[in-house]
């Protein structure tokens, strides 16, 4: 006798049908129908869920198993038998581990020893899960089963479980969820436990989890003022530098770290720290208390330098002297340092625990650790007080430049009557048409009309006050369309189309005209050029590039086009040509030192800027310029965020490089060139912004054109930086 019995009804002709068959009595939740006079259609609907609960009935008492897993630790391994068919169609994971073995997909039974030191119970909710479709566990197992569901590549749950986590933490527990094997994977439950880290840091640092990770213990010598005007969270950061550059990434050990206290100082030549092993006798900042951390401390186990040596360029961001000596804490100021870390490096939340020592949890190399920073007074045993008042910078002169109101990358950049415009790019998500301008005057965005069509991988370029957008990509398709931005009725105005499409060209105006290099068709680097004269309302074909390239950084310098790296269809370009109106024809000039594409190119001070990029490995935070009258190439100061395509323009006296791509994160933060420190900075000094009323800066600040009273940027967002 067999009874299936379920909710529902068979439908044939719309009526209910129980069938008795031999004793059989089987009630159905389906359909059955004629699809045509040539088929005959019949959907059980309870099906699949019966035949899930029966094998599952089959596992828990051994049967017709052809897979034994074998979990646990060395001491104590524990079997769970299961159907090799269920787990494969469940997951990935082991359906990469049967097919990988050609020999036991034919044997009957196998015994899979799964390495890792995984949790029995967490693995038995999850198998459990793979039949039923449910998953019932106790609340002390989350935390295994959202670490085990990432391992086995079960993202539904890992993403239910990470959801739990985070509507549950507490300043005990969430130490614990960050520590989660997968949770870097993550991004949603990431930002949850860091975000409430940072928030509740106060009742963090004093839980009990704290206590026991491993504690750093640094102490930074200072003078008396210098110590007054640090910003202690910026010092932080600094810190995890120092870490990350003086071990050996190869042989990289915790505990080498936590077991002694390191005494640092801040070089007055890079502005960066280092050991007081490494001050010599008779420097101007010995003192006695670096003479006994001499004596008493053992060298650290390799400490490496790691800047531009015999003029190659290095991959780490800079830090402007600035950092150190504000009071800033916006994102802008402090999102580079992690940004491109390989492996999780940042520092989660601080604490002032007293008036010169801080205390923080951040993670190294992956590993939750609490670092604590004192600063230490220094008093040298020969005092030069000139160079000593000379170094510090006061932290209430300088503000931090806001970011954008978005993320941008592969954006349109240019300077339009004193302001920086950015046109377009796109983000993680889509294409952008917003336009905004930034005025360094008052330190804050605003937006402008946006452009007619959404533009992402594009070039912009002023003539005669007008801003001229070519091609690029609108999320699908590359463009061959063109606009222009005009000052008297602040609209974008449709242009004639370009003769080809196109994305990732370089855009530049020379001699009353606009030119477009290269690009992307779909297929290929394009060694197509062409030129737009706005008194025609035409465009036409001039001189083809030797090298058919695209993300190729365009610029003009000395009435002459310059064309500087990109990649042809596969590879990353070093070569640059240059382009002359007169004879159109292009050739060669020296080759760039590193090979990239996506660099912004500009012309400033008489030279030739190529900013960052991508060298086909890595976001590049490296600068060369480029010196016509010796025709070479040198390495100048790094960015302080690496950034592929990123945009750039000259405005006034400042080099600005905007937004970009790491390699990880889309870029909303602008940073410009220092030419008196010769560095970048993300910093303005706080005298050159406005802080007037707004009704009398709007009335005698705000940009007009040459006709009209109109703003080139109406104010309907503002972001303000952070002043001291």
Same mark, same amino acid.
């Given at each position: 006798?067999?009874?299936?019995?379920?909710?529902g009804e068979l439908e044939v002709s719309g009526s209910q049908k129980n069938i008795a068959n031999g004793g059989h009595t089987i009630a159905i939740n389906g359909r059955m129908k004629h699809e045509d006079d040539n088929s005959?259609?019949?959907?059980?609907?309870?099906?699949?869920?019966?035949?899930?609960?029966?094998?599952?009935?089959?596992?828990?008492?051994?049967?017709?198993?052809?897979?034994?897993?074998?979990?646990?630790?060395?001491?104590?391994?524990?079997?769970?038998?299961?159907?090799?068919?269920?787990?494969?169609?469940?997951?990935?994971?082991?359906?990469?581990?049967?097919?990988?073995?050609?020999?036991?997909?034919?044997?009957?039974?196998?015994?899979?020893?799964?390495?890792?030191?995984?949790?029995?119970?967490?693995?038995?909710?999850?198998?459990?899960?793979?039949?039923?479709?449910?998953?019932?566990?106790?609340?002390?197992?989350?935390?295994?089963?959202?670490?085990?569901?990432?391992?086995?590549?079960?993202?539904?749950?890992?993403?239910?479980?990470?959801?739990f986590l985070a509507s549950a933490m507490t300043p005990e527990s969430c130490l614990a969820v960050r520590s989660i094997p997968g949770v870097l994977s993550d991004p949603i439950l990431l930002n949850a436990v860091d975000n409430?880290?940072?928030?509740?840091?106060?009742?963090?640092?004093?839980?009990?989890?704290?206590?026991?990770?491993?504690?750093?213990?640094?102490?930074?010598?200072?003078?008396?003022?210098?110590?007054?005007?640090?910003?202690?969270?910026?010092?932080?950061?600094?810190?995890?530098?120092?870490?990350?550059?003086?071990?050996?990434?190869?042989?990289?050990?915790?505990?080498?770290?936590?077991?002694?206290?390191?005494?640092?100082?801040?070089?007055?030549?890079?502005?960066? $720290?280092?050991? %007081?092993?490494?001050?010599?006798? *008779?420097?101007?900042?010995? +003192?006695?208390?670096?003479? =006994?951390? &001499? !004596?008493?401390?053992?060298?650290?186990?390799?400490?490496?330098?790691?800047?531009?040596?015999?003029?190659?360029?290095?991959?780490?961001?800079?830090?402007?002297?600035?950092?150190?000596?504000?009071?800033?804490?916006?994102?802008?100021?402090?999102?580079?340092?992690?940004?491109?870390?390989?492996?999780?490096?940042?520092?989660?939340?601080?604490?002032?625990?007293?008036?010169?020592?801080?205390?923080?949890?951040?993670?190294?190399?992956?590993?939750?650790?609490?670092?604590?920073?004192?600063?230490?007074?220094?008093?040298?045993?020969?005092?030069?007080?000139?160079?000593?008042?000379?170094?510090?910078?006061?932290?209430?002169?300088?503000?931090?430049?806001?970011?954008?109101?978005?993320?941008?990358?592969?954006?349109?950049?240019?300077?339009?009557?004193?302001? $920086?415009?950015? %046109?377009?790019?796109?983000?993680? *998500?889509?294409?952008?048409? +917003?336009?905004?301008?930034? =005025?360094? &005057? !008052?330190?804050?965005?605003?937006?402008?009309?946006?452009?007619?069509?959404?533009?992402?991988?594009?070039?912009?370029?002023?003539?005669?006050?007008?801003?001229?957008?070519?091609?690029?990509?609108?999320?699908?398709?590359?463009?061959?369309?063109?606009?222009?931005?005009?000052?008297?009725?602040?609209?974008?105005?449709?242009?004639?189309?370009?003769?080809?499409?196109?994305?990732?060209?370089?855009?530049?105006?020379?001699?009353?005209?606009?030119?477009?290099i290269g690009g992307w068709n779909g297929q290929r680097g394009l060694m197509r050029c062409d030129v737009f004269n706005p008194k025609t309302n035409e465009w036409s074909e001039i001189d083809h590039l030797q090298t058919g390239?695209?993300?190729?950084?365009?610029?003009?310098?000395?009435?002459?086009?310059?064309?500087?790296?990109?990649?042809?269809?596969?590879?990353?370009?070093?070569?640059?040509?240059?382009?002359?109106?007169?004879?159109?024809?292009?050739?060669?000039?020296?080759?760039?030192?590193?090979?990239?594409?996506?660099?912004?190119?500009?012309?400033?001070?008489?030279?030739?800027?190529?900013?960052?990029?991508?060298?086909?490995?890595?976001?590049?935070?490296?600068?060369?310029?480029?010196?016509?009258?010796?025709?070479?190439?040198?390495?100048?100061?790094?960015?302080?965020?690496?950034?592929?395509?990123?945009?750039?323009?000259?405005?006034?006296?400042?080099?600005?490089?905007?937004?970009?791509?790491?390699?990880?994160?889309?870029?909303?933060?602008?940073?410009?060139?220092?030419?008196?420190?010769?560095?970048?900075?993300?910093?303005?000094?706080?005298?050159?912004?406005?802080?007037?009323?707004?009704?009398?800066?709007?009335?005698?600040?705000?940009?007009?054109?040459?006709?009209?009273?109109?703003?080139?940027?109406?104010?309907?967002?503002?972001?303000?930086?952070?002043?001291?």
């Amino acid at each position: 006798m067999e009874s299936r019995v379920m909710n529902g009804e068979l439908e044939v002709s719309g009526s209910q049908k129980n069938i008795a068959n031999g004793g059989h009595t089987i009630a159905i939740n389906g359909r059955m129908k004629h699809e045509d006079d040539n088929s005959f259609v019949f959907e059980d609907s309870d099906h699949c869920g019966f035949l899930l609960d029966k094998l599952n009935t089959l596992r828990k008492s051994k049967q017709f198993c052809d897979v034994v897993l074998q979990v646990g630790n060395q001491q104590d391994i524990h079997e769970i038998f299961a159907h090799r068919a269920v787990l494969a169609s469940a997951t990935s994971f082991f359906l990469d581990i049967f097919s990988s073995d050609s020999v036991s997909v034919t044997q009957p039974q196998v015994y899979k020893l799964l390495t890792g030191n995984y949790d029995v119970k967490a693995f038995e909710c999850l198998i459990e899960y793979m039949y039923t479709s449910r998953l019932e566990i106790p609340k002390e197992k989350v935390k295994a089963v959202y670490g085990l569901a990432n391992r086995l590549k079960m993202s539904a749950v890992a993403h239910c479980c990470g959801q739990f986590l985070a509507s549950a933490m507490t300043p005990e527990s969430c130490l614990a969820v960050r520590s989660i094997p997968g949770v870097l994977s993550d991004p949603i439950l990431l930002n949850a436990v860091d975000n409430y880290i940072r928030q509740n840091i106060s009742d963090v640092a004093t839980s009990k989890y704290v206590e026991k990770l491993p504690k750093i213990q640094i102490e930074v010598l200072q003078n008396e003022e210098e110590r007054e005007v640090t910003n202690k969270k910026h010092l932080f950061n600094l810190v995890l530098e120092w870490i990350r550059k003086s071990f050996s990434a190869e042989n990289f050990n915790i505990d080498v770290i936590t077991e002694k206290l390191h005494m640092l100082y801040i070089s007055k030549i890079d502005k960066i $720290l280092r050991d %007081c092993n490494d001050i010599e006798k *008779g420097d101007t900042n010995y +003192s006695d208390v670096i003479q =006994d951390y &001499k !004596t008493l401390s053992r060298r650290l186990a390799a400490p490496k330098k790691n800047h531009t040596e015999n003029g190659k360029e290095e991959h780490t961001p800079s830090k402007p002297r600035q950092f150190l000596f504000t009071r800033s804490d916006s994102d802008s100021s402090l999102s580079s340092l992690a940004d491109d870390d390989e492996n999780d490096w940042r520092v989660l939340a601080t604490h002032s625990s007293s008036k010169h020592s801080i205390i923080g949890v951040v993670t190294i190399a992956g590993k939750l650790c609490h670092l604590s920073v004192k600063l230490r007074l220094n008093t040298p045993n020969k005092i030069r007080f000139e160079s000593q008042i000379e170094s510090v910078e006061k932290c209430d002169l300088y503000s931090s430049i806001p970011p954008m109101s978005c993320a941008r990358c592969a954006v349109g950049t240019v300077q339009l009557q004193g302001q $920086l415009l950015v %046109c377009g790019g796109y983000d993680r *998500g889509e294409c952008l048409k +917003s336009v905004e301008a930034y =005025d360094s &005057k !008052t330190n804050k965005w605003s937006m402008m009309q946006s452009m007619t069509t959404p533009r992402g991988r594009f070039d912009v370029a002023v003539l005669n006050d007008r801003i001229y957008a070519v091609g690029g990509c609108d999320g699908q398709k590359e463009l061959n369309s063109a606009e222009y931005f005009d000052l008297q009725t602040m609209n974008w105005k449709q242009l004639p189309s370009c003769p080809v499409v196109r994305s990732n060209a370089g855009v530049c105006a020379l001699n009353e005209k606009i030119y477009v290099i290269g690009g992307w068709n779909g297929q290929r680097g394009l060694m197509r050029c062409d030129v737009f004269n706005p008194k025609t309302n035409e465009w036409s074909e001039i001189d083809h590039l030797q090298t058919g390239r695209y993300q190729t950084g365009v610029a003009v310098m000395n009435d002459e086009i310059y064309a500087v790296g990109g990649c042809d269809s596969w590879t990353c370009l070093n070569t640059v040509e240059k382009y002359c109106p007169q004879s159109d024809t292009w050739k060669s000039v020296a080759i760039l030192g590193t090979s990239r594409r996506g660099c912004g190119v500009a012309c400033f001070n008489g030279k030739l800027y190529a900013i960052g990029g991508h060298d086909g490995m890595y976001s590049l935070c490296s600068v060369e310029i480029y010196d016509p009258e010796s025709n070479t190439w040198t390495y100048g100061p790094s960015l302080t965020s690496c950034r592929a395509n990123v945009g750039v323009a000259v405005v006034g006296d400042r080099l600005y490089a905007v937004g970009g791509f790491t390699g990880k994160t889309f870029l909303q933060t602008v940073e410009y060139l220092d030419t008196k420190n010769n560095e970048w900075t993300t910093f303005i000094p706080k005298e050159q912004t406005d802080d007037r009323p707004n009704n009398i800066r709007n009335l005698e600040n705000c940009l007009t054109d040459r006709h009209s009273t109109k703003r080139i940027a109406e104010p309907l967002v503002e972001v303000e930086g952070e002043t001291g």
